[in-house]
């Protein structure tokens, strides 16, 4: 087995700069300067983006930056004493211990073990005394060798804690049986915080005389908790970033959850919280009705904002509405395909009252024509009621799916559409999980997600719609859709603007899923009279097709200016963008916001203005190019799309070369475009991008 760690991989009483960031692509220069990393660059973002979604400092003055990498050769440790410390996030204050954890993206299952032992050694206090008192890297390397030598405390990955009776105390001893708590700790990477929080949580439930066994979700193996072990619990601890793998297995335990870093930070107050909810008949319990904790409840754990509770909620409705509209959308489109556009005006009588042994005027494809377009009718008249109904599903579980359909219903019924639906999930979704917070007797509760919150929760959401809501919703409904469709020349290219720069802002993230979802919510009220909706659904299409095509179209430009990974994620966008998913350039977004979305909102405005400035229609809500037998003048819409592509990878290469900025904050110029900035102090490239131009 190779070694992890060596001197050369060691920094004693170093300034390695001022940001997480800095120090992170210092660790990573030294990686790549040992051949254990194919680049900097790709190793380095890959960090960040992990350091993103969870800080990695904790109590102490430790941080652990790590990830799994494409860019990473064989399994590795770097590691920093600085020289000033510098802020990983922590509630203590800076870090002056760094451990960057770097791992391959297949890394075997012992490098994987020893990696996460080597996390769970820097919540001892021993270890790390020993770290900061070292002189020399050989001494370094010797400590976290013998850190990851030693045996584990179990063969298995639940982590047990050793049994302690509830009261021993100076000799005195109740025979009363202790608490027993299990949990589940897991992180996005699965290599440090999942096994370090199981650690806290076990050495803090031991000193507070409890019993706790803990499954730690990580990346090796996992071994779930006995049945027996979770049936005897009296409540359960969930220290997640990500979902719990088989949670129906804790129904109806208490739970309390909270994010993996909690666990490392605060693991007696957890502890304490569990006891607390064990005790507690009307605490958050996991649901017996589905294997997702109710949406609000992790909200409340996570600690998020009223608005990303919103966010989350509106995203969950769009998400599962859009399969209905993709499908329902393409099959009217072949309906007018096959049957031309007074299909709309004949299916109904086609369907009912011919068959294929009784063909009507114009024989077979008018027949189909007229089966696909009122399938697709069928399926797009969902739309509305789909959207409330997972609106109200990611607000209330499943106990809101019933309540948010029928509301959206009513908004159909009433002629309210797609605002109408946002109203009536939101409405039912919050009406619902305020239900669900009644305390009730235990026998009732059996009876409450199948029938008391469905039943009451609808007739309070559908009736605030017919009685108040619905109406002034429709009315500004329809004078929207009438200012639209009226819409043209200069009025007409501004609306295609703005499209264009919502369709790339967040790609895929909540302004983009705005501006489709209300292309799709008029796209049944297109005709041969009235085409502004298919014009708002072609401008829709083509400019979210723009970002992973520009970044497919600059990677092959200029290789130099990016990541190993961001190469192969640009081979896979070329098809990505074809199909008119945004979400291919999410990977350049994340690593580069700054400079990546600016330049696909540049080229989303061109797509978009001259898309509505050329009439180009879509009835199709989905495909991209694959739906060419349903675009309106295919011509101008591929034109638009190449327009905008162009001008996003221009931009997007001019701005890495040019707005790009050493470590030190200095502008820089004519180094590796990538974001990669020159060594401090020596103006020469890293290792591993000597020899490449600018």
């Known amino acids: 087995m190779t070694t992890l760690i060596t001197p050369e991989l060691v920094a004693l009483d170093a300034d390695l700069g001022a940001e997480p960031a800095t120090v992170i692509r210092r660790l990573a220069e030294r990686i790549a300067a040992t051949g254990r990393a194919s680049e900097v660059e790709g190793l380095s973002a890959d960090a960040l983006a992990r350091e993103q979604k969870t800080a990695t400092g904790i109590p102490g003055g430790i941080a652990i930056p790590h990830c799994r990498s494409a860019a990473v050769i064989e399994p590795t440790l770097a590691m920093a004493r600085l020289a000033p410390a510098v802020p990983f996030g922590a509630k203590d204050g800076p870090a002056d211990l760094i451990f960057f954890i770097a791992a391959p993206e297949g890394a075997d299952q012992e490098h994987l073990r020893l990696l996460s ?24 390397v010797a400590l976290v060798e013998g850190a990851i030598a030693d ?32 949990a589940v700790t897991a992180c996005p990477t699965g290599i440090a915080h999942t ?12 000193e507070a005389g409890v019993e706790l066994q803990v499954e730690t979700q990580g990346s090796g193996a996992v071994t779930p908790l006995d049945p027996a072990v979770i049936a005897a619990a009296d409540a359960v601890i969930f220290a997640v970033d990500v979902d719990v793998r088989g949670k129906e297995r804790f129904a109806g335990k208490p ?15 957890m502890v304490q919280e569990a006891l607390a909810a064990a005790d507690n008949p009307n605490a958050h319990r996991v649901p017996h009705f589905g294997a997702e904790e109710q949406a609000e409840h992790d909200a409340e754990a996570s600690g998020e904002h009223l608005g990303q509770k919103l966010k989350k909620a509106l995203l969950t409705g769009v998400s599962y509405m859009i399969p209905f509209v993709a499908g329902g959308g393409l099959l009217i489109a072949l309906g007018f395909l096959l049957g031309g556009y007074t299909i709309s005006t004949i299916a109904d009588k086609v369907v009912l009252a011919k068959s294929l042994t009784n063909l009507p005027d114009g024989g077979l494809p008018i027949y189909l024509g007229a089966v696909a377009f009122k399938i697709g009718g069928l399926s797009l008249a969902f739309l509305v009621p789909a959207l409330a109904g997972y609106i109200a599903f990611g607000i209330a579980d499943r106990p809101g799916i019933a309540p948010g359909f029928t509301a959206g219903a009513v908004a159909g019924f009433m002629g ?32 409450m997600p199948v029938v008391i919150i469905p039943l009451l929760a609808s007739i309070v959401a559908s009736g605030l719609m017919f009685l108040v809501l619905g109406g002034p919703i429709a009315w500004f409904t329809t004078v929207l859709n009438h200012w639209l469709s009226g819409m043209t020349g200069a009025s007409a290219v501004v609306l295609g603007i703005i499209l264009g720069l919502m369709m790339c802002f967040d790609l895929g993230g909540p302004v983009n899923k705005v501006a489709y979802s209300f292309a799709v919510a008029g796209l049944g009220a297109g005709s041969v009279t009235n085409q502004a909706p298919w014009q708002i659904m072609a401008t829709v299409m083509a400019a979210g097709m723009v970002p992973p095509l520009a970044m497919a179209l600059a990677t092959a ?49 061109v797509t978009g203005a001259l898309c509505m400035a050329t009439g180009v229609t879509s009835q199709a809500p989905h495909g991209g190019i694959f739906v060419f037998f349903a675009i309106g003048n295919l011509v101008m819409f591929i034109v638009s799309i190449l327009a905008g592509m162009v001008v996003t990878a221009l931009a997007v290469l001019a701005l890495k070369r040019w707005a790009v900025r050493r470590p030190d904050g200095t502008a820089a110029d004519g180094v590796k475009a990538d974001g990669a900035a020159t060594v401090a102090g020596t103006g020469t490239a890293p290792a591993d991008q000597q020899g490449v131009t600018a």
Not at 118 to 138: D, G, N, P, Q, Y
């Open 151 to 182: 045996k584990p405390a179990t063969g298995s990955t639940a982590t047990k804690a050793t049994t302690a009776t509830a009261a021993t105390s100076a000799g005195t001893q109740t025979s009363a049986r202790p608490k027993r708590l299990v």
């Open 557 to 605: 430009l200029d290789k130099s200016r990016f990541s190993l990974a961001e190469r192969e994620n640009g081979k896979a966008a070329w098809l990505l963008g074809a199909s008119f998913i945004s979400e291919g350039a999410i990977p350049f977004a994340a690593a580069d916001p700054l400079r990546v979305i600016p330049a696909s909102m540049l080229g989303g405005a």
């Open 255 to 269: 739970v309390i959850n909270a994010p993996v870093k909690r666990g490392i930070d605060e693991p007696a107050k």
């Open 195 to 206: 096994y370090m929080a199981a650690d806290s949580l076990v050495a803090a439930a031991k």
């Open 416 to 447: 309210a559409g797609f605002l109408g639906g946002l109203v009536g999930g939101l409405l039912a979704g919050f009406i619902a999980h305020w239900i669900g917070g009644w305390p009730v007797p235990r026998w009732l509760r059996g009876l």
């Open 117 to 140: 032992k080597l996390a769970r050694s820097l919540i001892k206090k021993e270890f790390t005394a020993a770290l900061r008192a070292a002189s020399s890297a050989v001494e370094i």
